[in-house]
């Protein structure tokens, strides 16, 4: 069991908006269990809280920005990366402005405050979510798509194809979270020169300057630009160096630029919510690509949060097969409605049916819009109970199993041939003479299908 963590005190940092110019001050605090990471605008009348949520994103034109009830945060990402690369679940971050602080247009400074406020672990599980199957979004526009395949851990890769010279195609991989801090916390935001101009004209890049963004010469430098380069920037001279970019900065790594797009995606899918165990791929990926994807991921793992599906592993080896099961239950073809045992302990049970069109009353319910009828769901639930209360005793062939009670019923999906149903059943009080008092569940395709209060006794065969 991995535990959450959040820092052990407070560390204030101040700094410059890049695209408002503005000053800030930013302070990071301890957070308790099941926070998250949430901002806090000690600006405004009755500091507004707003949580690091993929749903309150409103635009990724210049970075991702947040906005719940007409409170704004601006460019967090590079703070929710360092956040997330220092292996924290709950902090709370103050802010006097809207637009987080750029530094020098990476998380280094960031991570660099952590570790001086230190890292403790808190009393309360962490809640990792397994990536399961493959999950993809792409965005048709840009061609830009984001997957997530199972993996043991965390890891990230970013591919990157600028359509430059003096860029061209990159990539970038961070094999697990310890390796942030290392290879990529350190990678500098950049920008083309033609974005520059554009940003500069419109007034929307004024906090920036040669020290916190990276600008790539993407064509050719007039005596104008320059000018007007020297005056935004505050410089007397300004040139281009060999590998294309403006000078005062040396690039950290060759691949610098496609780093901070992996950086940028970590800070991003922090807004899921929720940490992932899975690899995820980022071919070409930016702001509205990272935060569609992650508003896709919370909307699947609250989806299988709200109805508890459990996952279990259909190809390992069953605990029971169904020669086992004819040897406790009493019920046979074509009555006997589970095939495998999947789990089992004192409290628990797991079972599997596999629904075929072979199935007797797909004849009559319904002729040309076959459905497993509800009744024959609950029945196959009791059965797979059957099996946890007939494990109590040493003889199981020589009891009968027989209800005694069914409360609070609910079907709530159809289920057809071809499903495969997997119940599980929680004992709600001890067994006591032969009576089972369980709550059942009944899941197929990922969903929950049927659920029922039962209570069953075995007697044994006169």
């Known amino acids: 069991m991995v535990k959450q963590k959040t820092i052990q005190s407070e560390i204030t940092l101040k700094g410059v908006g890049l695209h408002t110019g503005k000053e800030v001050t930013m302070t990071f605090k301890p957070a308790p269990i099941n926070n998250g990471y949430t901002f806090v605008r000690v600006d405004l009348e009755g500091q507004p809280v707003i949580e690091a949520d993929a749903s309150y994103v409103v ?12 409170v704004m945060i601006q460019t967090p990402e590079h703070v929710l990366a360092a956040l997330v690369g220092s292996d924290l679940d709950n902090v709370i971050i103050e802010l006097d402005a809207s637009e987080l602080p750029i530094m020098d247009g990476s998380s280094k400074y960031f991570v660099e405050a952590i570790e001086k406020a230190g890292v403790v672990e808190q009393d309360a599980e962490r809640f990792v979510y397994v990536v399961k199957e493959v999950i993809s979004y792409t965005d048709e526009a ?4 984001i997957t997530v395949i199972p993996a043991d851990e965390y890891c990230v890769t970013a591919m990157v194809d600028f359509g430059t010279k003096v860029l061209g195609t990159q990539n970038a991989s961070m094999k697990s979270i310890a390796e942030f801090k290392t290879e990529i916390a350190d990678c500098r935001t950049f920008s083309f020169l033609h974005e520059l101009e554009m940003l500069l004209e419109n007034g929307l890049i004024k906090g920036g300057d040669l020290n916190n963004a990276i600008v790539y010469v993407d064509k050719e430098l007039s005596p104008e630009t320059m000018d007007k380069l020297k005056v935004a920037f505050g ?3 300004i040139s281009v160096t060999p590998n294309g970019v403006l000078d005062n900065l040396t690039l950290h790594y060759p691949n610098e630029a496609a780093r901070h797009k992996l950086l940028d995606v970590v800070g991003d ?15 070409k990926p930016g702001h509205f690509v990272n935060t569609q994807f992650a508003k896709k991921m919370a909307k699947i793992i609250k989806n ?3 109805n508890n599906v459990p996952v279990y592993d259909l190809y390992q080896e069953p605990l029971m097969d169904i020669h086992k099961i004819m040897s406790m239950l ?16 004192d409290t628990h049970v797991v ?15 319904f002729p040309g819009a076959p459905v497993m009828p509800g009744v024959l769901i609950v029945e196959a639930m009791a059965q797979t109970g059957g099996i946890l209360i007939l494990s109590t005793v040493p003889d199981p062939e020589n009891y009968l199993t027989y209800f005694m009670k069914i409360d609070n019923v609910k079907f709530k999906h159809k289920v057809l041939p071809g499903d495969t149903l997997i119940f599980k059943l929680d004992l709600l009080s001890p067994i006591r003479r032969g009576i089972c008092h369980m709550q059942g569940y009944a899941f197929a395709n990922g969903k929950l299908v049927a659920e029922a209060e039962l209570m069953a006794q075995i007697t044994k065969k006169q």
Do not use: C, W, Y
């Not at 840009?142 to 798509?145: A, D, L, Y």
């Not at 899918?269 to 071919?283: D, E, F, H, Y």
């Not at 009493?330 to 302990?345: A, G, K, T, Y």
């Open 59 to 70: 635009n990724t034109q210049r970075g991702t920005n947040l906005e719940k009830l007409g």
């Open 304 to 306: 299988e949060q709200r």
């Open 351 to 365: 079972g599997l049916k596999n629904v075929t069109m072979n199935e007797d009353f797909f004849v009559g319910h």
């Open 235 to 237: 410089k007397d001279q």
């Open 330 to 345: 009493p019920h046979r073809p074509p009555f006997l409605l589970v095939d495998r045992i999947l789990e089992m302990s």
């Open 142 to 145: 840009t061609g830009s798509e």
């Open 269 to 283: 899918l922090s807004l899921i919510g929720t940490k992932i165990k899975g690899k995820v791929i980022a071919n």
